[in-house]
């Protein structure tokens, strides 16, 4: 019957105007929902009787949705145009594509469609306000992204047909590596090998704007300050001391996350799918009352700051195939 819930999915297409909605390009692996809510003026006035509730009406509209994907080269380029930095075209040679995101104030504006299971959905003017990562070397470990979508209305619509499917390939948790370097100098350099789990938030503190024009739509999405935390679980071993120490010193660090990269080749080159997370920061905070498979692990949290050697204050680079964006 429908409604059944493997029958759901997700697609998207860029928008040429903010909130003007198109067919969508692109099939989108992952779950997730998208949502509107209004809320409700409950009017109660004097009536003599206790059954005094005698309006409602519906505020300002209010869109959104949610949506968790595996992380995967491949699919993870949308979420980072609607977040990070949009319009960024990749450098391409011997079949594989490099793709670099850094802050920047123009994100892409994206219609997003959602099959149900029973009914279609389009979500017009969609950004993406944060990107939450989370990632666990554990046995069963998942490395996983979940997108904070971020949205000027959704109507009821059919969602467009046929749709090119594909197959993911994404990463697991045991696929990550972590390297922890002096904040001046090269990501990636010094590889931090007893680093257990952790979780990076990207956010972009979005706002709704709404003006006296006679409606319940938005008027505009106004952009917050950039932001970017996390925490890194390590086990307290004598390596981890050197942290400690830089927290207390308040010595700032370059972490880079490398996820992936035990693939195929892709194509003719040496690359292999691959995303990297380039993050200077500083720690905030020092944990050691954890425990972890019976040893004492410590939570660092990270807060990111500025790089004049990296000129961004976060640089996600990766390497897939893809050479152009929503197809």
Known sequence: MAGETWRSLYQVAKEATYGVPLAATRQLLGTGD??????????????????NVRGIKNRAVQAG???TQPLDADEIIELFLGCVAGGVVPTTALGASTWVFKPSPTIDSQTWEWLDGYNGWQES????????????????????????LFGKDRIQN???????????????????????DPIGGTPGTTQFLT??????????????????????????????????????????????????????????????????????????????RTIQLDIPCGYTAQDLSGSDAGTRVAKATLQ???????ASSFVATVINSRPTAYV
């Open 304 to 310: 990111y700051v500025y790089s004049p050697t990296l």
């Open 34 to 51: 998208l949502t509107r809510t209004q809320a409700a003026h409950i009017v109660k006035v004097n009536t003599g009787t206790s059954d």
């Open 65 to 67: 949705g949610k949506f």
């Open 195 to 272: 680093a257990i789990s952790g979780t990076l938030t990207v956010t972009r503190k979005l706002g709704r704007k709404y003006f006296a024009a006679n409606t319940q739509a938005i008027g505009a999405i106004t952009q917050g300050e950039f932001d970017l935390t996390g925490d890194v679980l390590f086990e307290a071993n004598t390596a981890y001391l050197a942290e400690y120490a830089d927290w207390l010193a308040a010595t700032q660090r370059l972490f880079r996350f490398n996820f992936g990269g035990n693939g195929a080749v892709i194509g003719t080159s040496a690359l292999k």
């Open 158 to 180: 059919t969602i467009t047909p046929s749709l090119t499917t594909r197959t993911p390939i994404w990463m697991e948790g045991w696929e990550t590596s972590v390297y922890v």
């Open 125 to 148: 003017g969609v950004y993406v306000d944060t990107l939450k990562f989370t990632w666990a070397s554990t046995a069963d470990g998942d490395a996983m992204v979940e997108a904070t």
